[in-house]
């Protein structure tokens, strides 16, 4: 599964990434390093065990499947969190992500940032802000690569938690004024906040709180439907049609199930409302003759969605290229289909009006 071969038309597709956790693209090259500076020690002894920790969560959710004696994806991957302590920690974790991304020619992210994962272990808001921030600044600067990021509620922790953590970092919000020129004197790091972690027995409609703040401060917000999880089919109808005072997520990550509703996807459809979907993640639990059908009915069907690459670190090492390629070699969409999703991409995104006027011209200069 790591060893896509990535096609040239893909690798010099320009692209833009909506779904890609932060924490989620930590390298075992990178944890090692930082718990050695950070002296902060590992349960493995070698970096070769640490390496292998990597490949063991794939398809193990304990609520759902029982307790097979292994650590399951979400413990392996809040375990990973602990060696992450000072600013400059955070700004070389997402210099590591852009510095790829540039690589593959992604031109603006979305990247998503966990963080209660961080104050709960003492780490200030402010010392995670201005790591990310200060990536954001020099990614755009040094790379080319704009972004915004979206900070996510950690679905299985305590929703006051999560709100209080809101209020203490809106001071890192993207002001509403800055919306189109995106930019500004403050210190401006997220523009959405999100649900994300384990959502089994965690409705949407849990963070209600939480996403009238971001709404009344002109932030967007987006949650987690994840793909075969407990209740998803009650999850992704409260996405479309409840939350947000019921006008509905203004996106989802995920949402694959949306194939299984008829009243899902013409909610979908009427409201607006696309889908970030992680090809590889889902091909990690479905057989291609099961999965890569699914994902062409929703096309057929209209439905909105972009490609994406989720938690790469831990999914085989398999990024937005990887998964792009995974939907030509697979799905069978054709070139004009992949350019088609990356427009989606562009207009799914909550980028300033000038980097979605850039993005669309390059796009419109491709021949293919």
């Keep these: 599964m790591s060893h896509l071969s990535i096609p040239p038309f893909i690798r010099s597709l320009p692209k833009v990434e909506l779904h890609i956790h932060i924490e989620g693209t930590l390298s075992p090259s990178l944890r090692w390093t930082l718990s050695q500076r950070n002296h902060i020690p590992l349960r493995y002894n070698t970096y070769e065990s640490l390496l292998a920790s990597y490949n063991v969560t794939y398809n193990h959710r304990r609520e759902v499947h029982g307790d097979n004696g292994m650590p399951t994806f979400l413990e392996t991957y809040f375990e990973a969190l602990e060696v ?4 400059d920690d955070f700004y070389e974790l997402a210099m590591a992500y852009f510095t790829r991304a540039s690589e593959m ?19 200030a808001v402010e010392t995670v802000m201005r790591g990310l921030w200060r ?34 970092a809106m001071p890192w919000a993207r002001s509403p004024a800055s919306s189109t020129t995106g930019s500004g004197e403050r210190k401006e790091v997220f523009h959405a906040v999100g649900v994300a972690s384990n959502e089994y027995g ?25 793909v075969d999880q407990y209740e998803v089919d009650a999850h992704l109808h409260d996405a479309v049609f409840t939350v947000c005072d019921g006008h509905g997520a203004d996106r989802i990550d995920h949402g694959l199930n949306a194939v299984d509703s008829p009243k899902v996807m013409a909610g979908l459809k009427a409201r607006g409302i696309g889908l970030t979907l992680c090809p590889h993640a889902y091909h990690r639990r479905q057989a291609t003759e099961v999965l890569f059908p699914k994902i062409r009915a929703l096309w057929d069907e209209g439905v909105t969605f972009c490609i994406n690459s989720d938690d790469p670190a831990y999914m085989h090492d ?37 980097v979605k006027r850039r993005l669309r011209m390059e796009l419109d200069s491709l021949s293919y």
């Design 84 to 87: 992450l302590v000072t600013e």
């Design 105 to 123: 020619n992604v031109r603006y992210a979305e990247p998503f940032f966990d963080l209660q994962a961080h104050t709960d272990r003492g780490v």
């Design 135 to 168: 990536a954001r600044t020099d990614a755009k600067e040094k790379l080319g690569v704009e972004s915004w990021w979206i900070l996510c509620f950690v679905r299985d922790r305590d929703v006051q938690e999560g709100v209080r953590v809101l209020r203490e």
């Design 202 to 226: 965690r409705p949407p409609g849990l963070f209600e709180e939480g996403f009238r703040i971001a709404k009344n401060a002109g932030l967007k917000v987006t949650m987690h439907c994840d």
């Design 318 to 354: 398999v990024w937005i290229d990887g998964n792009m390629a995974k939907m030509m070699q697979y799905g069978g969409f054709g070139e004009g289909e992949m350019v088609q999703m990356v427009r989606n991409a562009v207009e799914m995104s909550w980028a300033g009006d000038e």
